[in-house]
């Protein structure tokens, strides 16, 4: 089991960058595929970006909106997982959460084990 508690949202105008961080609070993340997802206000759910466990820099894959401007990666001393956001847009004005899935290799949106409260984020002039 692992409790997890995302961190470093904020308000940052169109251009500009943020670093979010998922820690667990209880458990290791290294035993799971983490995921970033969002969720603007009237939208669904989407996954952002997915890390997999077969390397401590395992394999991951980005949604196409953020392909190029956003990258996932996990420090497994501080037992976290980032999304380094960069060249930011209103349209990715939303909630991010993090979530955990234990088959470590996937990160089905509606199939995930944990998920974190959410930060928000607010790409605004």
């Known amino acids: 089991q692992v409790q997890l508690v995302e961190s470093g949202g904020g308000l940052v105008q169109p251009g500009g960058s943020l670093r979010l961080s998922c820690t667990a609070s209880?458990?290791?993340?290294?035993?799971?595929?983490i995921g970033w997802f969002r969720q603007a206000p009237g939208k669904e759910r989407e996954q952002v970006a997915c890390i997999s466990t077969s390397s401590r820099d395992g394999p991951t894959n980005y949604a196409d909106s953020v392909e190029g401007r956003f990258t996932i990666s996990r420090d497994s001393g501080k037992n976290t997982v980032y999304l380094e956001m960069s060249s930011l847009k209103p349209e990715d004005t939303a909630v991010y959460h993090c979530?955990?899935?234990?088959?470590?290799?996937?990160?089905?949106?509606?199939?995930?084990?944990?998920w974190g409260k959410g930060t928000l984020v607010n790409v605004s002039s």
């Open positions: 209880v458990g290791t993340l290294d035993y799971y595929a």
């Open positions: 979530a955990a899935h234990s088959s470590g290799f996937f990160c089905p949106s509606g199939g995930m084990n944990y």
